[in-house]
Nanobody, 116 residues
Framework: QVQLVESGGGLVQPGGSLRLSCAAS????????MMWYRQAPGKEREWVAI????????NYVDPVKGRFTISRDNAKNTVYLQINSLKPEDTAVYYC?????????WGQGTQVTVSS
């Protein structure tokens, strides 16, 4: 059974940083691309970043380029999202995602709140 468990969210001041983690199980992690999404209050869920199976291919939505870094540790079945220079508009629930055998799997999400 596929499981994704996010952690690392919290309340942070503008300009601060957080490192989100997503622990994965139930599928061959090292052979699948992983993604991060976020959903702000009152808005639809949006794609944030993707990383290829070996970590060499990465891409980001424009508003986070230069501030967010996606990475993975295949030995630990974990994907990370380092988020720097946080802005109030980054406030959202952050989810990791994998598309495995044609099915989208999601974790429970981790809340990031940026406020002074």
């Amino acid at each position: 059974q596929v499981q994704l468990v996010e952690s690392g969210g919290g309340l942070v001041q503008p300009g601060g940083s957080l490192r989100l983690s997503c622990a994965a199980s139930g599928f061959p992690f090292s052979t699948y691309a992983m993604m991060w999404y976020r959903q702000a209050p009152g808005k639809e869920r949006e794609w944030v970043a993707i990383i290829g199976p070996a970590g060499g291919r990465r891409n980001y939505v424009d508003p986070v380029k230069g501030r967010f870094t996606i990475s993975r540790d295949n030995a630990k079945n974990t994907v990370y999202l380092q988020i720097n220079s946080l802005k109030p508009e980054d406030t959202a629930v952050y989810y990791c995602n994998v598309q495995y055998r044609g099915v989208d799997y999601w974790g429970q999400g981790t809340q990031v709140t940026v406020s002074s």
